[in-house]
T-cell receptor, first 116, second 113 residues
């Protein structure tokens, strides 16, 4: 079946501009995660959505970052007033809703963001 | 603090040689452990996972990993490496009911013909 999809695959923007990154999770997955992968560093958790619960935003690095998930499916990560340090690959993942299976996350191909 | 350490940033092996990639974790309870592979321009693909039971787990593409509680390790192994195994290998810890995976920095594997 279809996996997690993300768009765009690549995004080049100028410093100070806003960007939106989109994630389509696997159908039936109620949990959705955003991660950031910077050059030479491990994946960094950003935000987590689970069903209708309030999202866990504890990983967002600043108030320039926000995310929403409409209708429990598609999610958009928005970065306002982008900075060069925001350049990274942004990965989305989704999973089922169970205490154990919650950890079986399936990842999308990522969006490579370059801020000039 | 919870953490995952992959001591080797880069490893180069010859095709057909055996492989072991190291992963050590720091976590206060029984962890859920994962190995992912990431090829250039692609997302992470799950190789194998350990939740409980047999400490030697088999995964896809001929990989296996062994959970050693006494050493806080979950090393990835493959008896004979193929050129197509060249990729980034990332170890992760999932704290059970908590939903955020903690990732290591990854090990980049190069395979010589």
């Amino acid at each position: 079946g279809a996996g997690v999809s993300q768009s765009p695959s690549n995004k080049v923007t100028e410093k100070g501009k806003d960007v939106e990154l989109r994630c389509d999770p696997i159908s039936g997955h109620t949990a959705l995660y955003w991660y950031r992968q910077s050059l030479g560093q491990g994946l960094e958790f950003l935000i987590y959505f689970q069903g209708n619960s309030a999202p866990d935003k504890s990983g967002l690095p600043s108030d320039r970052f926000s995310a929403e998930r409409t209708g429990g499916s598609v999610s958009t990560l928005t970065i306002q007033r982008t900075q060069q340090e925001d350049s990274a690959v942004y990965l989305c993942a989704s999973s089922f809703n169970s205490p154990v299976r919650n950890n079986e996350q399936f990842f999308g191909p990522g969006t490579r963001l370059t801020v000039l | 603090a919870q953490s995952v350490t992959q001591p080797d940033i880069h490893i180069t092996v010859s095709e057909g040689a055996s492989l072991e990639l190291r992963c050590n974790y720091s976590y206060g309870a029984t962890p859920y452990l994962f190995w992912y592979v990431q090829s250039p321009g692609q997302g992470l693909q799950l190789l194998l996972k350990y939740f409980s039971g047999d400490t030697l787990v088999q995964g896809i593409k001929g990989f296996e990993a062994e959970f050693k509680r006494s050493q806080s390790s979950f090393n990835l192994r493959k008896p004979s490496v193929h050129w197509c195994d060249a990729a980034e290998y990332i170890c992760a810890v999932g704290p059970g009911g908590y939903n955020k995976l903690i990732f290591g920095a990854g090990t980049r594997l190069a395979v010589h013909p």
